[in-house]
Nanobody, 121 residues
């Protein structure tokens, strides 16, 4: 089963930075969009940032000006640079991708297993 593989999570102090990275475990075809979601304990999963195949980006209001999403189309990889981290950013961060395989008719959504980000002193 195809998975998105995330890396870069960990423990960081408030005000610190982390960079998350994600890539498919195998070729999933044409990737129209990639994004990052997060889920804190007791809360619903929420969109953090998303980037299209034309590099159009969209961010949650809570992370605007602090987080930057980018992608490497050649490698099918997406990144999330997180600066000025706050304790309320603590959550499991999930990578997502929407893609269509060569010759396929439909787009499919793919998810990673999540990486923990903890912001604490």
């Amino acid at each position: 089963q195809v998975q998105l593989v995330e890396s870069g999570g960990g423990l960081v102090q408030p005000g610190g930075s982390l960079r998350l990275s994600c890539a498919p475990s195998e070729d999933i075809g044409y990737i129209v969009s990639m994004g990052w979601y997060r889920q804190a304990p007791g809360k619903q999963r929420e969109l953090v940032a998303i980037i299209s195949d034309s590099s159009t980006t969209n961010y949650a209001d809570s992370v605007k000006g602090r987080f930057t999403i980018s992608r490497d189309n050649a490698k099918g990889r997406v990144y999330l640079q997180m600066n000025s981290l706050k304790p309320e950013d603590t959550a499991v961060y999930y990578c997502s991708a929407r893609a269509r395989r060569a010759g396929g008719l439909y787009y499919q959504n793919y998810w990673g297993q999540g990486t923990q980000v903890t912001v604490s002193s």
